[in-house]
């Protein structure tokens, strides 16, 4: 395994990193299969790891803990708060007083002193960046922290948090986890160039698009994929025509479709490590195969005639979209008001 480094924070991290959300009830409940799945990633040279407080409400991390128990100095340990823990409305988003709680709640559950990186999971448009910059700073100077970052910003929300932490002396972002896979392009556009300017590392999630390739979801086809009867994207026909135009680039390469797809999430420049999220041996032996895939320019050309770079093919149904996308009344004016003249 080649390691490289997560930005300018002179951390080392492979190019693959082990994620936690199928830990747990809502994944895989077994701690021992969980722990031989961790150990195995381990073994093969898989350095860095990432969870989250929310997954499986907080089992995720406390199965994590257990299956690094000895091992815990030698991992890049990421974990991630944001999300709703409890019925309290001040047991979510991004403000201090709720950053200083879920620290502690993450640090208990992982049985760690320290996290190597802890993210923002989304933004939260209800507090003010300098407010979570400077709780997150706290935590840096504390040792409960090593560096920070975000998850699924805008562009312009990561050069704003760049530009308050350098007024104010804060912890910058050093890190940027967004979605990115053959049908998900649309951060090669701003967010990746963006990320390199300020020397942030980027750890892309879902480079299987959820599902879609792995070759279990096809067009005019039966899935055993359960999900696939809960989120809309992946019956989305713009998206299941593509994949039926991508499983022939990877028949003639010679290649699974999922290694196809693994390669091409950690080929960009741009991205330092490219997330796998196994529930089963099986599928993290078939991840980890993909390890020595070289795609060539060929095939590289191939996909940007599919998926032309800097798009995105439909979006998935877990993406952040800001509040002027969500609330009609931020995209529309008042009927009165509608009319040119």
């Keep these: 395994m080649h390691y490289r480094t997560l930005g300018r924070t002179g951390i080392k991290v492979s190019p693959y990193a082990l994620g936690a959300m199928m830990f747990g009830p809502m994944g895989n409940p077994d701690q021992d299969d969980v722990t031989r799945i961790v150990h195995k990633a381990l073994d093969a040279g898989i350095n860095f790891v990432d969870t989250a407080d929310v997954y499986s409400n907080g089992a995720s991390e406390e199965m994590l803990a257990k299956a690094l128990a000895g091992r815990r100095d030698r991992v890049v340990l990421a974990t991630k708060l944001s999300g709703p823990m409890g019925d309290d409305p001040n047991q979510r988003g991004n403000s201090r007083r709720w950053i200083m709680q879920?620290?502690?709640?993450?640090?208990?559950?992982?049985?760690?002193?320290?996290i190597d990186l802890y993210q923002i999971h989304r933004p939260d448009p209800d507090t003010d960046i300098e407010e979570t910059l400077s709780?997150?700073?706290?935590?840096?100077?504390?040792?409960?922290?090593?560096?920070?970052?975000?998850?699924?910003?805008?562009?312009?929300?990561?050069?704003?948090?760049?530009?308050?932490?350098?007024?104010?002396?804060?912890?910058?972002?050093r890190t940027e986890q967004p979605t990115y896979s053959i049908l998900n392009r649309g951060i090669e556009r701003e967010i990746l160039p963006v990320?390199?300017?300020?020397?942030?590392?980027?750890?892309?999630?879902?480079?299987?698009?959820?599902?879609?390739?792995?070759?279990?979801?096809?067009?005019?086809?039966?899935?055993?994929?359960?999900?696939?009867?809960?989120?809309?994207?992946?019956?989305?026909?713009?998206?299941?025509?593509?994949?039926?135009?991508?499983?022939?680039?990877?028949?003639?390469?010679?290649?699974?479709?999922?290694?196809?797809?693994?390669?091409?999430?950690?080929?960009?420049?741009?991205?330092?490590?490219?997330?796998?999220?196994?529930?089963?041996?099986?599928?993290?032996?078939?991840?980890?195969?993909?390890?020595?895939?070289?795609?060539?320019?060929e095939i590289l050309d191939s996909i940007d005639e599919v998926v032309a770079p800097g798009t995105d093919i439909g979006a998935l149904d877990m993406a952040y979209n800001p509040p002027a996308i969500q609330h009609v009344n931020l995209r529309r004016r008042p009927a009165a008001e509608r009319p040119a003249a």
């Design 102 to 114: 879920a620290v502690e709640g993450s640090l208990r559950r992982l049985q760690t002193d320290y």
């Design 135 to 173: 709780a997150l700073t706290d935590l840096v100077h504390a040792g409960k922290v090593r560096v920070i970052g975000s998850s699924t910003m805008p562009a312009s929300d990561i050069v704003e948090a760049q530009w308050v932490a350098e007024r104010r002396g804060l912890q910058r972002f």
């Design 195 to 297: 990320a390199e300017r300020y020397g942030m590392g980027t750890l892309v999630w879902s480079p299987l698009a959820q599902g879609l390739l792995t070759g279990r979801i096809r067009k005019g086809q039966q899935s055993d994929l359960r999900r696939a009867n809960y989120f809309k994207h992946l019956t989305d026909e713009r998206r299941l025509d593509a994949v039926e135009r991508i499983i022939p680039i990877a028949e003639k390469a010679g290649l699974p479709l999922t290694h196809l797809a693994m390669a091409f999430a950690v080929a960009h420049p741009g991205v330092t490590s490219a997330i796998i999220g196994p529930r089963t041996m099986e599928q993290l032996d078939d991840l980890l195969a993909s390890a020595e895939v070289n795609l060539s320019d």
